[in-house]
């Protein structure tokens, strides 16, 4: 089974700003699980975020190219910014294994993200679709679900969107967590100021 495909995996978030974890994290998954792809996909509205407006896609799009650049295996895809709104994750796994029916599909997420998937658009039917990679951090595994098949990946990376944000609007942006082009992108478009 799979004997030719590739193994992709869809890494769905705001990406506001993409920071350095976001590319540890895809990375340890690469070197875990042999992906040969990882695809950052930045949502227009994340229904789980629906009171936050994230930064407009194509700048966010921008800064995940910035933040990948000459990383092989890391594609920025607009995939769910073209998508109708809400992000359903579910519809973005049928698009994948539509197009790539020989590859065998994962999805990475936190475990945050795990332990609300039960209330996501149709979690059972995501499930049959892709394989999960859940990162994990201070001891606390995530648990197996029936129907569900995981692989953990034990991470911790200090670096928070939020923080990013909030460091901007306090006047002193949080550089140690970015990559430079996305520092210097972020300054120069003034994105975050109050």
């Not at 973005?92 to 590859?103: I, K, L, M, N, V």
């Not at 997420?109 to 859940?134: C, K, S, Y």
């Not at 990946?153 to 430079?180: C, D, K, T, Y």
Request: with cysteine; hydrophobic share 40%; charged share 20%.
């Amino acid at each position: 089974m799979h004997v030719t495909g590739k193994k992709i995996a869809l890494f769905g978030g705001t990406f506001d700003p993409p920071h350095l974890g976001h590319i540890e994290m895809a990375r340890r998954a690469v070197d875990a699980y042999g992906l040969d792809e990882v695809h950052f996909l930045p949502c227009r509205i994340s229904p789980h975020k629906s009171s936050q407006t994230p930064t407009d896609g194509a700048l966010r799009m921008e800064m995940l190219r910035l933040a990948t650049a000459g990383i092989g295996w890391a594609v920025p895809d607009d995939f769910e910014l073209q998508a109708p709104v809400p992000s359903y994750s579910v519809r973005t796994a049928e698009s994948f294994a539509a197009t790539h029916p020989s590859d065998r599909m994962f999805w990475l997420m936190g475990t945050d993200q795990w332990n609300t998937l039960p209330t996501w658009e149709q979690p059972e039917r995501l499930a049959e679709l892709v394989e999960f990679i859940v990162a994990w951090r201070n001891d606390h595994p995530p648990a197996p679900r029936d129907g569900y098949r995981l692989h953990t990946l034990p991470f911790a990376h200090p670096a928070s969107a939020s923080e990013i944000r909030n460091s901007v609007a306090a006047g002193q942006l949080r550089r140690g967590w970015l990559q430079p082009s996305v520092a210097e992108f972020i300054e120069t478009h003034s994105l975050y100021r109050p």
